[in-house]
Nanobody
Framework: QVQLVESGGGLVQAGDSLRLSCAAS????????IAWFRQAPGKEREFVAA????????QYADSVKGRFTISRDNPKNAVYLQMNSLKPEDTAVYYC?????????????????WGQGTQVTVSS
């Protein structure tokens, strides 16, 4: 059973940085991709970034390219999301998710393990 626990959220001002962490347990060789999604109030959950565990292929949503960086530390079973130049529109609950595959990285329907989420609030 894969369990994911997010941390690192908080209240920051526009232009600030935050680093989110996802601690994973129960991962096996069959876990192919770990990703970050976010959901703002009244909006659907959206893809933020993903990384494949073995090769380290990364993918980003256009809205965060150049500002966010996803990375993995396989020995620690951890994935991180470094968020720089934060904007008020980045305000959301951020979720860590894991799936077996590596091809469909941006679609939430392919992820079958989810964390509880961590709140990120960016004030203007």
């Amino acid at each position: 059973q894969v369990q994911l626990v997010e941390s690192g959220g908080g209240l920051v001002q526009a232009g600030d940085s935050l680093r989110l962490s996802c601690a994973a347990s129960g991962l096996t060789f069959s876990t192919g991709t770990i990703a970050w999604f976010r959901q703002a109030p009244g909006k659907e959950r959206e893809f933020v970034a993903a990384v494949t565990r073995v090769v380290g292929i990364t993918q980003y949503a256009d809205s965060v390219k150049g500002r966010f960086t996803i990375s993995r530390d396989n020995p620690k079973n951890a994935v991180y999301l470094q968020m720089n130049s934060l904007k008020p529109e980045d305000t959301a609950v951020y979720y860590c998710a894991a799936q077996r595959g590596t091809w469909e990285r941006a679609s939430s329907t392919f992820y079958d393990n989810w964390g509880q989420g961590t709140q990120v609030t960016v004030s203007s």
